[in-house]
């Protein structure tokens, strides 16, 4: 039996976020070079599912109830824990949270939204911020 001393789960869910959808999912009259653009430009599709956490933390999504989005915030606390991916993840994990820490922030600063401020303010304490 093989023993995983150095097993980092957010490695596997760093990867589904910011890999690249199927072309099925995307817009056929998206260009490939918008596809691979950084999270916030103007893509119709999203390239990837954390452009679709991103247009839920922006408050695009105003149908979306707050529950779904605090979820988010959960999920982007838990990615972003440094002792979460391997040291070789770190440089890709440093840009996800370049990208992503400003709308957590603007979700932690809600007056409205209480469990999305808790659920974005927690994921910010978890990064380090």
């Known amino acids: 039996m093989v023993l995983f001393r150095f097993f980092f789960p957010a490695n596997v869910v760093l990867d589904a976020i ?24 103007p893509v119709t599709t999203p390239g990837r599912a954390v452009d679709t956490l991103a247009h839920l ?5 105003t149908k979306v109830p707050e529950e779904v989005r605090a979820n988010a915030c959960i999920l982007l606390g838990q990615v972003g824990r440094e002792d979460g991916v391997g040291a070789e993840r770190l440089p890709e994990l440093i840009k996800l ?6 709308l957590l922030v603007s979700a932690a600063d809600s007056e409205k939204e209480l469990r999305l401020k808790t659920a974005a303010a927690g994921a910010l304490q978890r990064w380090g911020s």
């Open 57 to 61: 933390l922006r408050g695009h999504g």
């Open 18 to 41: 910011t890999t690249l959808l199927p072309l099925e999912t995307q817009a056929s009259s998206v260009p490939g070079s918008a596809r691979e653009s950084e999270i916030g430009s």
């Open 97 to 102: 949270k370049a990208e992503l820490r400003p």
